[in-house]
């Protein structure tokens, strides 16, 4: 019997089915696949010539060439290869929250579960990170499509933390992923928007691409509440009386400013930003996402 994946869902990856993820930055690989790679071969698309060389194949020599100049050059071409990405998933106490049916975390389940499926399927390699202030998961990137199933089982298996640090994980992460690639971040990004810059900041010193998927729920950006209430940090497990109409407006104006550096930063480093609300269909944001990427190129 077929075992059914709780984060799998066929609506969601039938909708994705026509779009792939193809990285924008050169990226190194092994198998022909849909991205540029830094290494010269003799497939795909034309690069530039070079001069012979004696003991250079003569099948790529360019006869128009030496025919017009009477000159010996060799065509060089770009391969396409796999990329290898890696999904760093937040399981930070904050990602547990929810005002709907799906806790931030569940809503970022998914998410990786279908980016991973995309990915397998264009034959890409892909791995899992899961954190909080460390490490908890770490599954290194692969391509064959039995991998998958690792991936599911291991965000089936996984629960929210405590508290989170997404600068130390970033910087750790940045000096274990040896080979450049995708970095795909799944997070609600609770955390100090100037360390975890340099952190991503740090990624992209290391020349991979980066993709930061910003998870919120719909109550934390509109602050709906209206009677005097007290709020618990799902990290710390510290409570606050608050009377929500008098700080609304203060609220939602300091959370439009914390999305909007993260936006502001993102842009300045070359990173990707896609702000996902849990409320809304995850089919829509990221078919939007990858139609608009697609279309970049």
């Known amino acids: 019997m077929q075992k059914h994946y709780i984060y799998l869902d066929p609506v969601l990856l039938a909708k994705l089915s026509n779009l792939n993820l193809v990285a924008r930055l050169v990226v190194e690989g092994f198998i022909t696949g849909l991205h540029r790679s830094p290494y010269q071969g003799f497939s795909v698309e034309f690069s530039e010539y070079r001069k012979y060389c004696p003991g250079d194949n003569l099948r790529h020599l360019d006869w128009k060439v030496l025919a017009k ?10 391969e396409e290869t796999n990329l290898k990405a890696t999904i760093l998933l937040d399981a930070s106490g904050s990602m547990g929250y929810k005002s709907g049916v799906l806790t931030k975390f569940q ?9 991973a499926y995309l990915m397998i399927r264009q034959q890409d390699s ?10 908890r998961t770490f ?11 690792n991936i599911l089982l291991a965000l089936e298996q996984e629960k929210t933390g405590s508290e989170t640090s997404l600068s130390s994980v970033f910087h750790t992460l940045a000096q274990r992923l040896k080979r450049r690639g995708l970095i795909i971040v799944l997070s609600d990004l609770f955390d100090d928007p100037e360390a975890v810059m340099r952190g991503l900041a740090h990624f992209r010193h290391k020349k991979h691409e980066v993709i930061l998927f910003h998870i919120l729920d719909p109550y934390e950006k509109e602050f709906p509440f209206e009677d ?12 606050m009386p608050v009377y929500p109409r008098l700080i609304r407006e203060s609220y939602i104006r300091e959370c439009e400013k914390f999305c909007e550096e993260y936006r502001i930063r993102c842009a300045q480093h070359g990173i990707d930003y896609v702000q996902l609300i849990t ?12 139609s608009k990427r697609s279309r970049l190129g």
């Open 139 to 149: 599954i290194a990137p692969h391509a064959n499509p039995r991998h998958l199933k």
């Open 107 to 115: 809503y970022a389940c998914y998410a990786a579960a279908s980016l």
């Open 279 to 290: 409320s809304i269909p995850l089919d829509i944001l990221l078919v939007n996402y990858l």
């Open 126 to 135: 892909v791995g899992l990170v899961v954190f909080d202030t460390d490490l």
């Open 69 to 78: 100049s009477d000159r010996y050059y060799i065509k060089r071409f770009q």
């Open 228 to 239: 005097l209430s007290e709020f618990l940090d799902i990290e710390t497990g510290q409570t």
